[in-house]
């Protein structure tokens, strides 16, 4: 048992450690996805307010567009610290979509559809808030697990979907408007209660790192598991209120599962850190730096040399075109004129954009073929959950494969574009059951590509400007979904619709989304192509060691401050 001045140092140390500040990461992030579940309630959007397949496809690109547009939180996050980024994201969340379920349930006028742009561009601009409050803080973090990390925190963006769907069926049942209103107020919540939470600590190697990851990923395996077994057995069965109850109350379990392994972590470090001070010589256990090699000195020498003898020449319009080696820290114009900026973005808009067109029209998708109601439920679920799957995979895998094999990361993403081409042709085919697999394919490719895009960003124009380059990289989606959501698959859509002359905003038959998705595969394809010269380009710098400067400097693995950490042998 511990006293009652140990227990207070114990959890003022849990609460102000740096695995704790991951837990809390996690949970704005599981909370953070509501952009990814547009298809649950856009048929209550459409019928309510009486919209087209052209119309709703413009509020989806309009969602899009929030929710990739991250120009302001860049802005905010170069000037600011994490709590204003994620305090100013809450409260953009909770206005956006609280003025949604307003309008849909007539507690005011019926708004016009550019006001309704207005306020979804608002809700799910609030998502980029979270992402630079949370993802470059913790990439900052752990610069040399930012693929792990990446693919995490992604991870649980991508499970979010699965997750608000069973956490409003226990809240509120069957009724989809009142999943508008979960949105609103649930991912507020959590980012004030860990606003202060989230913060910039000083770079700490832990022996035992990559194993604690794995236990986070094994709790987020689980979870997956049983979000996945969930939605087969809804599928089949039908809950009481009771039974939607419970269940919400085992994923709420599930997701503060990870708060053990970080309640162990830090007393394994608290520990520590009172044996060391309460010795009378003390010993600071920190690891050795890796001695450079002498290209790797050779090459941070010349780099000083040239930033110190002339400062102003970064700021020169030549220098614009000069821009550093690789992996060294670009300017935020350097970086844009760059061609393997140019190669990352447009294999970027051929990869989300696509993709996402398939996830935000699946219900109407799904609707065309002559799938059940309950159906679409389950495909919007199984998106959520792959996406989850995808991003943890692409994070883990391409970190390893890079570390151990030299593997470019750019490769890996020409690799799943040419799986997206899979599934957007089952899309267009659309054979009889197949869209199950598709929304598989498609949920995977979605969340494979988040970390490896945002990984590739920071290996190849270094952290110093992360927090704009994470958000131009974002650019690339609503870019994309308005030229392949709306004026490609909502106006053939339309005009398929119109040749049956039915009366009604509603396409039946395969023509329907055909067209689109023969179009979206040939552009995806494309992507993929150029992605391959991005690899010829980039081919010698991953065959080297690209986190090299993390360990020239020396970082120390004992943190100063309020929140000292000791290095900690992982076996004991």
């Known amino acids: ?93 909770l206005s956006g979509y609280l003025l949604i379920y307003l309008s849909l349930t007539g507690h005011i006028p019926h708004p016009k559809l550019w006001q309704m742009c207005l306020f979804i561009a608002v809700g799910a601009n609030s998502q980029t808030f979270a992402n630079t409050g949370v993802l470059v803080t913790c990439v900052n973090n752990f610069p040399e697990s930012r693929g792990i990390i990446l693919g995490l925190l992604k991870g649980f963006v991508g499970l979010s979907g699965a997750i608000f769907t069973q956490l409003y069926l226990a809240f509120y049942g069957h009724d989809s408007k009142s999943l508008v209103l979960l949105i609103a107020w649930l991912p507020a919540a959590i980012s004030i209660v860990f606003v202060h939470t989230i913060r910039i600590i000083k770079i700490v190697r832990q022996a035992n790192e990559f194993r604690v990851f794995c236990y986070f990923l094994y709790i987020s395996l689980a979870l997956a598991a049983y979000l996945m077994a969930m939605i087969i057995i809804q599928r089949n069965f039908t809950f009481p209120p009771i039974g939607y109850r419970v269940n919400a109350g085992a994923i709420i379990l599930l997701l503060f599962l990870p708060l053990l392994v970080v309640i162990k972590q830090e007393f394994l470090l608290w520990k520590q850190k009172r044996s060391t001070t309460s010795n009378t010589t003390l010993v600071e256990i920190t690891t050795l730096p890796t001695p450079p090699s002498a290209e790797t000195a050779e090459t941070a020498a010349t780099v000083t040399a040239t930033s110190s003898s002339n400062p102003s020449k970064k700021f020169s319009l030549g220098a614009m075109f000069k821009p550093p080696k690789r992996g060294e820290d670009y300017s935020i114009i350097q970086s844009i004129v760059s061609i393997d900026m140019v190669i990352i973005f447009f294999a970027s808009m051929c990869g989300l954009g696509g993709v996402l067109t398939a996830v935000d029209n699946m219900a109407q998708i799904g609707e065309s073929l002559g799938y059940p109601s309950a159906s679409i439920g389950v495909f919007i679920s199984l998106t959520s959950i792959w996406n989850y799957l995808g991003r943890v995979f692409s994070g883990f895998v391409s970190e ?73 990289g974002n650019l690339a989606s609503p870019l994309a979904s308005y030229i392949l959501n709306v004026r490609i698959a909502g106006h053939l859509y339309d005009r398929e619709t119109a040749k049956q002359n039915k009366g009604t905003t509603t396409c039946i038959g395969v023509d329907c989304f055909k067209l689109s998705f023969l179009i979206i595969a040939a552009l995806t394809m494309l992507g993929a192509l150029v992605l391959l010269f991005l690899v010829w380009r980039t081919k010698d710098f991953y065959r080297g060691d690209i986190y090299a400067k993390f360990r020239v400097t020396g970082t120390e693995v004992v943190e100063k401050g309020t929140s000292d950490e000791t290095k900690v042998d992982e076996n004991k």
């Open 400 to 472: 390893m494969l890079l570390s151990r094999y030299k593997f470019p990361r750019p490769l890996m993403f020409a690799i799943i574009l040419f799986i997206c081409c899979f599934g957007h042709l089952l899309i267009a085919l659309g054979f009889p059951g197949t869209l199950y697999l598709a929304s598989v394919i498609m949920g995977f490719c979605l969340g494979a590509q988040m970390p490896l895009i945002f990984s590739i960003i920071s290996e190849l124009f270094g952290l110093k400007y992360f927090a704009t380059l994470y958000n131009i």
């Open 1 to 93: 048992m511990f006293a009652g001045s140990d227990g207070c140092s114990l959890a003022r140390h849990i609460i102000q450690g740096r695995w704790f500040m991951v837990f809390g990461s996690f949970l704005i992030m599981s909370a953070a996805g509501a952009t990814y579940i547009f298809a649950i309630y856009s048929k209550e959007v459409k019928s309510t307010l009486g919209y087209n397949q052209q119309e709703l496809n413009t509020l989806a690109f309009f969602k899009d567009l929030g929710a990739n547009v991250g120009i302001l939180s860049a802005i905010v996050g170069e000037l600011a610290p994490p709590w204003v980024v994620l305090s100013i994201g809450a409260v953009m969340n």
